[in-house]
């Protein structure tokens, strides 16, 4: 079993930046592909990047050119920069594990494990 912690969601305005983090313990063996997903409130949960452990990543349209996925696998962390930041990015943001199957496909029924979530939220 795997821990997943993120941390480094909060509050800013529109334009500013936040830098996720998620941090795995226990069994890491299988920390090949992870991603982060986000859901707002009354909506469905959407992927935002995937990356496997090579580095190749993916990421959701909506995203693309502002949000950079990374990951350190010496320390089992994942991150997430988040730049360029809109009010329709607000949500609580999850990382996940994926231990089988393609890795960049978003497709949070293919993610077996999950954290509990950082809440970000961006101001007009």
């Known amino acids: 079993q795997v821990q997943l912690v993120e941390s480094g969601g909060g509050s800013v305005q529109a334009g500013g930046s936040l830098r996720l983090s998620c941090a795995a313990s226990?069994?890491?063996?299988?920390?090949?592909?992870m991603g982060w997903f986000r859901q707002a409130p009354g909506k469905e949960r959407e992927g935002v990047a995937a990356i496997a452990r090579d580095g190749r990543s993916s990421y959701a349209d909506s995203v693309k050119g502002r949000f950079t996925v990374s990951r350190d696998n010496a320390k089992n962390i994942l991150y997430l920069q988040m730049n360029s930041l809109k009010p329709e990015d607000t949500a609580m943001y999850y990382c996940?594990?994926?231990?089988?199957?393609?890795?960049?496909?978003?497709?949070?029924?293919?993610?077996?494990?999950w954290g509990q979530g950082t809440q970000v939220t961006v101001s007009s």
């Open positions: 226990g069994d890491t063996s299988s920390t090949y592909c």
């Open positions: 996940a594990r994926r231990v089988r199957g393609y890795c960049l496909l978003l497709v949070s029924a293919d993610f077996d494990d």
